[in-house]
């Protein structure tokens, strides 16, 4: 049960499993109460009002109490039902001093900013401003630093001291930023299950490896190439920070430096099911998650796989698939073909220094070794047949990085000749997005169901946070489609668009027949 919950916490936060509602707009009934109403008048000013809080959410609090089987909690309790922090002001000035930090990174930074005002009818700087506002002013809000430390549920035990104080109001407040952007541009604090599987994948990673040959190489098994070293610490470094491992509770003595590279990720019964539509000719597997073990589900996988194999058609399932590791891509695409499929993707970048940094650490670097093909934004759209492409976005947007995707099959793989249908819906996330574009731009499968949730996995960054230690991502890329649509905000539009109360799974039965 605590594995399910930890999985869920983290997909949430990380991956986003779920496209969220609004959640800190749920005062108000009107599901447009930003548009109508304004973001501050329904915001986390409402959440942080002492003079109605009590008055108002006393239904709240019985019911959280009676919840957790406590007759009486010693705590004061926000609209939501979450305790109530309520800054000191040199709790303040630590807090202030990680946002103006971060804020400053993420608005030169992150290029997903420009579709927030079309996707939700205000701007970044809207809400960061009202979140400095908040601090500044010292307004309790809610706090969500259980969910990021995965307790079972808020105790009466409030922070004492100034740091822990900040840290709590600090990685909360970033929190309710991820729940009301909808994990766009993956925007979110990292949970204490991330981030020590993170800290342990890094670690564990440079004291395993050996270079050879230019590669990166561990156990005999080719980790890519050894330009991208730098990167690699710089990554170790955010999640071993001194104030990292104090926020998070951790030691360097707590990492295991041998732990197996394949060993990573959650061991969930469940997370791959399969069915036999009808015998002979069509099969169908629904994958939860790739944030599970891979090896783990290729017990699952690899037989169907086999069982399936001369059928006329296999149906992949992605419905509600939050994303994951991208290394799982390899127990679908590698495994089902038989010959090498392609694809292409372009992605789109600011000029601030974390990303220059970036591409000179070579993230942007192709298994031979040589730079994607990086060129100025303006130029690449002007050559481009990009009837959809938002070129207001070229204010910001600096460089394209060209990705070629190429796929070779495994070794060990099971060629399906059949027809391949993919099923997405607006929960299916991330790395379900980015299978679901490299099927439409390959033709490995025929993309069926509803737009995706757009957070697109795209180069991006961990922020150690010098006082508090919050670790925060920050996808630092914009990603387009082959018309120019941006995923970010329209997410991937499958081959085939199911109208409103349609089925997916239904709709591709009814193709077949």
């Given at each position: 049960m605590k594995e399910n919950r930890l999985k869920l916490l983290w997909s949430l936060l990380i991956i986003?499993?779920?496209?969220?509602?609004?959640?800190?707009?749920?005062?108000?009934?009107?599901?447009?109460?930003?548009?109508?109403n304004g973001y501050e008048e329904n915001g986390y000013e409402e959440n942080g009002d002492e003079e109605n809080g009590d008055e108002e959410n006393g239904d709240d609090e019985n019911d959280y109490a009676e919840l957790n089987g406590d007759e009486e909690l010693d705590i004061e309790l926000g609209p939501h039902g979450f305790p109530l922090i309520h800054l000191t002001e040199a709790a303040r000035d630590i807090a202030l001093e990680d946002f103006e930090y971060l804020v400053e990174l993420m608005l030169e930074n992150v290029p997903s900013q420009v579709v927030v005002e079309r996707r939700f009818g205000f701007t970044l700087d809207d809400i960061l401003g009202f979140m400095r506002e908040s601090i500044v002013n010292m307004d309790p809000i809610e706090s969500l630093h259980f969910l990021l430390m995965g307790e079972e549920h808020p105790t009466d035990e409030s922070p004492t001291e100034d740091l822990e104080i900040a840290a709590d109001y600090l990685s909360s407040l970033l929190l309710?930023?991820?729940?009301?952007?909808?994990?766009?541009?993956?925007?979110?604090?990292?949970?204490?299950?991330?981030?020590?599987?993170?800290?342990?994948?890094?670690?564990?990673l440079l004291h395993q490896m050996e270079i050879v040959d230019g590669r990166i190489m561990v156990n005999d098994e080719d980790q890519g190439s050894a330009t991208s070293l730098p990167w690699l610490e710089n990554r170790a470094d955010a999640f071993s920070a001194e104030a990292a491992l104090w926020f998070y509770g951790m030691t360097l003595d707590d990492i295991d430096l041998?732990?197996?590279?394949?060993?990573?990720?959650?061991?969930?019964?469940?997370?791959?099911?399969?069915d036999i539509i009808e015998e002979g000719r069509i099969g169908h597997v629904h994958i939860e998650s790739f944030m599970n073990n891979r090896a783990f589900d290729s017990e699952v996988l690899f037989p169907f796989y086999e069982e399936v194999q001369d059928f006329e058609h296999l149906i992949i399932d992605l419905r509600g698939n939050g994303g994951g590791t991208l290394a799982y891509v390899n127990y679908i695409i590698p495994m089902l073909i038989d010959e090498p499929l392609e694809a292409t993707y372009h992605e789109?970048?600011?000029?601030?220094?974390?990303?220059?940094?970036?591409?000179?650490?070579?993230?942007?670097?192709?298994?031979?070794?040589?730079?994607a093909d990086v060129m100025p934004a303006s130029d690449f759209v002007k050559d481009e047949e990009l009837p959809y492409f938002n070129s207001e976005d070229l204010d910001v947007l600096e460089y394209v990085v060209t990705w070629p995707l190429i796929y070779e099959p495994r070794d060990d793989s099971i060629p399906f000749e059949g027809e391949i249908w993919l099923l997405v819906d607006r929960d299916s996330a991330s790395l379900s997005e980015l299978l679901a574009m490299i099927a439409i731009d390959s033709g490995f499968a025929t993309v069926v169901g509803e737009p995706t949730a757009g957070i697109t996995p795209t180069l991006h960054v961990y922020i150690s946070l010098p006082n508090t230690g919050v670790v925060y991502r920050m996808d630092v890329g914009y990603i387009i489609d082959s018309q120019g649509r941006s995923i970010e905000e329209h997410g991937v539009i499958p081959d085939i668009v199911i109208g409103e109360g349609e089925d997916a799974l239904d709709i591709v039965l009814d193709l077949i027949e």
């Open positions: 986003l499993i779920s496209f969220l509602t609004i959640v800190a707009c749920t005062n108000n009934d009107d599901s447009d109460a930003y548009e109508e309710w930023l991820t729940l009301d952007l909808d994990g766009l541009g993956h925007l979110s604090p990292q949970t204490l299950e991330g981030f020590a599987e993170m800290l342990e994948i890094h670690l564990a041998y732990r197996d590279m394949e060993d990573f990720g959650f061991r969930e019964e469940g997370n791959v099911t399969t789109f970048l600011m000029a601030g220094d974390l990303i220059t940094q970036e591409l000179e650490d070579g993230a942007a670097v192709t298994d031979e070794d040589e730079f």
